[in-house]
Every structure is written in structure tokens, then in C-alpha cells.
């Protein structure tokens, strides 16, 4: 296993914070030094929070004082929401005060592309490194640690849960984290570290590899400092955690965009899918299939393989469904002779298929039938996985809304009598009744464990994905 290269603790789990740049007044931003003691106040913060401002005598209602260098304890955090013109001036007082860590909230930095911006940038980090600080950033959310007590605004969870996350975009952070925990997901530690001009992402991810509580961890980058580091740890990671990677800027506009955003390099796209598949990481291209990948390695024990049995299409659904998922890698087999006429024991062949995708939903609502389905999938070797697509307009107009209820429990107990994992499909309802049991059903299968998806392309790629890292841990035996 990895040697542990850097201690984060007192970064995750600081005793004292000083927010510099903190304002009685409010900065009426979004993000900035006030929001950073919301934060932690909302996270139940257990150690001393010291603003930093020299016009105000408290904010919040807490003590502020003028300066670092006042402040009467050991600091392990100072958080910077002041202008990049300051910035070295409080790294001087920081210096004095021996701070552990720095967080650069600031921005405006090598990101900007001028001359002087990264000079002084890098007059900042020999700063940090010659008194024996670490800093996060420039141009960077910072760190949430809901068991740390520290969040960069009050809008985040406070519930601590299972994955790491770290990225260099603060916008693409956040967002996972909210849009992320509507899907089940739970975060222990997330760290946007925007510049990396210090602690970089090999530092990071190595710290997660030690830590007990994190299971599995994701990742958004838009370019590596020391690649060589970077894959090297995730090598060794990877055999233990899944590690789950989207790369920005692997387009020539967007490589563009990363340099303006955080001074990074992007490199190849094929080269990062090579270097991706040599170390076990899972490449994902979005923001929903990082958070769906997550969200499935999280709440599976284990992973099947890629053949799948389909219920829930009808005529032309049942051949693209069939499509789709042969075209992201997973193969929809026959179903073997047993099971075929096991079906047609209570299947009414006219107007239906016993074929796979399975169009017998409606012979499905009789009393015993979905369990007999389940027993008989259960002992065929031909099928590893379930997916079920839920279409709530044609259900409610069907079935309507009382018989939806009652089909999502059949789901629920069927999804815990089959041995082969279920996949869900609820796609976005047309009216807003639908959409009220779309929301339900999602609640109730998130509150179950079970994997549910937006789309049948989503939960197709999501199992493929997640195969390709089992096979590789396959191959390391």
C-alpha cells in the first residue's frame, strides 16, 4: 500500500481558523470570508474561529481582530478573501504566526496569464515553503469536512458520509456536492485546489488512500503539475478504492479554458485514457456520470458483468434500448430456455415478448407473477444484471397513480429477492403530477440502495464503466 506522504489532518480537522478579509458589513458575494464562518458555525465547528479585520470588532458575533500577528492562539487555518494585492502581506504575518495551512480563496493570480500576477504568486509560495507552511490554491473553494466542522458556504450538507472529491474547479465542487446528495450521495471530504502552486492532487489523493472513513473517491482535473506522481499513487490506490477521474480540457477550446482557469496544462485525450486504463481509474466525460458512477459504487457491494436482462420497453423502445446498451459496451443475450418457458407459463404471447427486452408488463400485475419472474432470472446463467425502465407518463396514464405507488414497493421487495443487481431507469416526467412520482419513486429507491438512473444510456455506461475497473482488479490476482 502507499506510504503516507503528507499529514492533512490539522487541514481537515483544524483546532483554530482565522478568516481574513471577513466583513460586519457582508460582502454581498456569493462566496467569500463571511461565508467561510457561516459554513463552519452550520457544520458545528468545534475549535475557535478568528476573523480578520482591522475596521470591525466582531462579525457574526464573534471577536474580530486587526490582524494575524493579534490573534492570541497557534492558527492552523487562515483562510485569505481579500484582494491579490494584500495577499503577501498577510503571508508575512502568517509567517510570523507560524500558520500551519493557508487557503487561497483569492484569485487573480498565474490563472490571469501576466507577468507580474505569476511572480507574485510564486514570491507567495517560497513564502509558505521557507517558513514550513502548506497552501491550498490560489483561486480555490477550499476545503468541506462536514466531521471537520469546515465548509466553505452553509449551504452544503452537514452529514458526513463515505467519498472523497477533489477537484480544481470550486463551481464543479459544489455542484456535485448538491446535485450529488439528491442522488444518495454522501461526502466525508471534498478539497477544490484550484492553482495547485502548493499542495497539489497526488498529495491529496494520497492522504484519501489512508484515510479509514473514505471508500471511494472522485476526482475533476484539468491538468497534472507531477503526472508521474499523480498516476503512481493512483495505481496503488485504485487496487484498494475505486477512484473515479473526469479530465477537463481535453479539447483544444477547452485546454484554453483551463489555462485561463487555473493555470493548468491539459494534455492528450488518448494519452489520459491509456494512462486512466493502466491504473484502474474509472474516466468519466460528465458531471451526471461522475455523480451516477459514484452513486452505484456506493450503494453495490459487488459488480456483474455486462450482460443484461431489459424489462419495461415495448416495440421500437425495446430495439433502441437494445441498441443503446450494446453500443456502450454491454450485451442484451437471450434468455435461456428455461427461463423462456417459464414465462410463457403465465405470459399471454399476443402482444407481448418473452424474448429479451421483455415486453410483459402488464402480465406483470397479477398476484405472484414478479416474484415468479425474479426466481426465474435468479437461475439463469445467461443474465447478470436487471434494468428496469420506469416510463411515469405511460404508468400514469395506465396504471395511474395509486397503482404506481404499489408498483415501486414490487420493485423495492423484487430488487431484494433477485441475487443480481437492479438498475432503474426513471426518465424525466412530462407533467408535473408525473414528475411528483418520478421524485417519489427516486426517494424511495435512493432510500433502498438501489441504483436508479435518468436514462438507459446513463445506466448502461455507469455498469460498463464500473466492469472495466472490476476486470482490471481481475487482472492484477
Not at 405507488?405 to 408525473?434: C, G, H, N, R, Y
Not at 446513463?458 to 464503466?465: H, P, T, W
Amino acid at each position: 500500500m502507499l506510504e503516507k506522504d503528507i499529514d492533512l489532518d490539522r487541514l481537515f480537522y483544524p483546532e483554530t481558523i482565522a478568516v481574513v478579509g471577513a466583513s460586519s458589513a457582508g460582502s454581498g458575494l456569493m462566496w467569500g470570508g463571511n461565508t467561510y464562518l457561516e459554513g463552519s458555525i452550520k457544520m458545528n465547528f468545534r475549535g475557535k474561529l478568528y476573523p480578520v479585520n482591522p475596521r470591525a470588532e466582531s462579525i457574526l458575533g464573534i471577536k474580530a481582530y486587526s490582524s494575524i500577528s493579534d490573534i492570541p492562539e497557534e492558527i492552523d487555518l487562515a483562510v485569505f478573501s481579500i484582494p491579490h494585492t494584500s495577499a503577501l502581506l498577510v503571508m508575512k504575518d502568517c509567517a510570523k504566526k507560524r500558520v500551519k495551512f493557508v487557503h487561497l480563496f483569492t484569485a487573480g493570480f498565474s490563472e490571469t496569464g501576466h507577468a507580474e500576477n505569476i511572480a507574485l504568486e510564486k514570491e507567495i509560495i517560497s513564502l509558505a515553503r521557507q517558513n514550513g507552511m502548506r497552501l491550498i490554491g490560489p483561486n480555490c473553494m477550499g476545503i468541506y469536512c462536514p466531521e471537520g466542522g469546515v465548509a466553505w458556504t452553509n449551504e452544503l450538507p452537514s452529514a458526513s458520509g463515505t467519498i472523497g472529491f477533489l477537484s480544481q474547479s470550486g463551481q464543479l465542487a459544489g455542484h456535485l456536492i448538491l446535485d450529488g446528495t439528491l442522488e444518495g450521495l454522501s461526502f466525508n471530504k471534498v478539497v477544490s485546489f484550484g492553482n495547485a502552486s502548493d499542495l497539489q492532487a497526488h498529495e491529496f489523493l494520497s492522504y484519501f488512500a489512508h484515510d479509514e472513513r473514505i471508500k471511494l473517491i472522485g476526482a475533476y482535473l484539468e491538468g497534472l503539475q507531477d503526472g508521474d506522481a499523480f498516476f503512481e499513487t493512483a495505481r496503488k490506490l485504485t487496487r484498494k478504492k475505486p477512484l473515479v477521474i473526469w479530465k477537463g480540457g481535453q479539447t483544444e477550446g477547452g485546454s484554453r479554458a483551463a489555462q485561463s482557469h487555473t493555470a493548468s496544462i491539459a494534455g492528450s485525450p488518448l494519452v489520459w485514457e491509456g494512462l486512466c486504463r493502466q491504473a484502474g481509474i474509472i474516466s468519466v466525460h460528465s458531471m451526471e456520470e461522475m455523480i451516477f458512477t459514484l452513486a452505484t459504487l456506493q450503494k453495490l457491494s459487488f459488480v456483474p458483468g455486462t450482460n443484461i436482462a431489459v424489462l419495461g420497453g415495448a416495440g421500437g423502445g425495446s430495439v433502441t434500448m437494445t441498441d443503446c446498451a450494446e453500443r456502450e459496451g454491454l450485451k442484451v443475450p437471450k434468455l435461456s430456455p428455461a427461463t423462456i418457458a417459464g414465462l410463457q407459463e403465465f405470459v399471454d404471447l399476443q402482444g407481448a415478448s418473452v424474448q429479451n427486452p421483455l415486453d410483459i408488463m402488464p402480465a406483470l400485475i397479477g398476484p405472484g407473477r414478479f416474484k415468479k419472474l425474479i426466481d426465474l432470472l435468479n437461475k439463469d446463467d445467461n443474465i447478470d444484471a436487471l434494468f428496469f425502465a420506469q416510463r411515469m407518463d405511460l404508468f400514469y396514464r395506465v396504471l395511474g397513480s395509486s397503482m404506481i405507488q404499489a408498483m415501486i414497493e414490487m420493485t423495492i421487495e423484487a430488487t431484494k429477492m433477485l441475487k443480481k443487481p437492479t438498475f432503474i431507469i426513471v426518465e424525466t416526467a412530462d407533467s408535473l403530477e408525473e414528475e411528483k412520482l418520478r421524485e417519489m419513486a427516486l426517494e424511495k429507491y435512493n432510500a433502498q440502495g438501489i441504483p436508479v438512473f435518468p436514462s438507459f444510456a446513463m445506466a448502461s455506461r455507469v455498469l460498463f464503466n464500473m466492469n472495466q475497473y472490476y476486470r482490471y482488479l481481475d487482472s492484477l490476482k
